[in-house]
């Protein structure tokens, strides 16, 4: 491990250039967990870290990669051993230290997970994006949803969390229909277990929102935000609530309190990123057991870290659907 080979961006001028390059182990940050990297994955965020002034990154030059999965080699805690397949996502990863596109990364003991059943593709093939899903399924759950409230709708439901989403709830019996402006990803989406398939919302961008609509849904996994998320906080039924986590529709909210106070709607707010590590192993265990997604392999695509970057191309323009898996261990 004296050199390995990683995919490094720095920032030139107004641009965010990658090239692979090699590193010593010294420039790896501080941690207790030394990981030799076998699998990345794609998300929004990443796509954001190469983008000039997308907000993510403390300072340039970073490995970007916000999910890795791995083999421990190197322990300096009691909880993990040298031969432990391990995940870690969130926290600083990927934005304020060196991320999963690297053969190596280091890491504090309290940001890693134990993969369990979980094989070291599927934890990345779930990543960040899944592990938002889940988390939004759950919150629904605790929430009280049940299969008989009625459908659930999914937003952006061909992205990485909104596929994931679909397969979860449709899983656990949920009607769930699925929200996407991909036409394209309608039959890809039924297969996920979707009993409905619409376009984007709102149905007509130029019409002005209404605070109330008509009741279309029990709850909601938003990945979009914007208008989207005002349209369907105005639709669902009374006491239902809208799980979000996205904001490719924009971040700014322009609603009324009205859902909240006369159909006692609740907006939950999804965090993967800081969420404190017992309830992140927790829900990682639930992943590999009860909560498991069937259809993951019909959402996933591979590709090598050292092509990533045409991927993340895609995700930032918004072409990609679907979950990419970077293969990092052999993949340079």
């Not at 050199?3 to 182990?25: G, K, M, P, W, Y």
């Amino acid at each position: 491990m004296d050199n390995f080979s990683a995919l490094v961006a720095r920032q030139d001028d107004d641009q965010i250039v990658t090239a692979v390059e090699s590193l010593e182990a010294a420039q790896l940050p501080d941690g207790d967990v030394t990981i030799r990297v076998l699998y990345s994955s794609v998300n929004f965020k990443d796509a954001l870290a190469l983008t000039p002034k997308g907000g993510v990154v403390r300072d340039y030059p970073i490995v970007p990669g916000i999910d890795l999965t791995g083999e421990v080699v190197e322990s300096h805690s009691s909880d993990f051993a040298v031969g432990d397949l391990v995940l870690a996502h969130g926290y600083e990863i990927g934005t304020g230290r060196h991320g999963g596109y690297a053969e190596y990364a280091r890491v504090p003991a309290g940001w890693v997970v134990s993969l369990g059943p979980i094989s070291p593709h599927d934890g990345a093939a779930i990543g960040t994006a899944g592990f938002t899903a889940a988390m939004s399924v759950q919150a629904l759950i605790e929430r009280g949803l049940s299969p008989a409230d009625g459908p659930v709708l999914v937003t952006g439901a061909s992205g990485g969390v909104g596929s994931v989403a679909v397969d979860l709830l449709a899983g656990a019996g949920y009607e769930v229909v699925a929200s996407s402006g991909k036409t394209e990803a309608a039959d890809r989406l039924r297969a996920l277990g979707a009993t409905d398939v619409i376009g984007r919302l709102p149905e007509d961008p130029d019409a002005k929102p209404r605070p109330l609509g008509k009741t279309r849904w029990a709850g909601a996994v938003d990945c979009v935000g914007g208008a989207t998320l005002a349209d369907v906080l105005s639709s669902v039924k009374y006491g239902g609530a809208v799980a979000a986590s996205g904001l490719t529709g924009g971040p700014g909210l322009s609603t009324t309190v009205l859902p909240f106070i006369l159909r006692g709607v609740a907006l939950l707010g999804m965090d993967s990123v800081q969420m404190p590590i017992e309830p992140r192993r927790a829900l990682w265990e639930k992943l590999g057991t009860s909560l498991i997604p069937h259809h993951l392999a019909d959402v996933t695509t591979e590709v090598d870290v050292k092509d990533v970057v045409g991927v993340i191309d895609k995700v930032r323009a918004g072409t990609f659907s679907g979950r990419a898996v970077v293969k990092v261990a052999g993949g340079f």
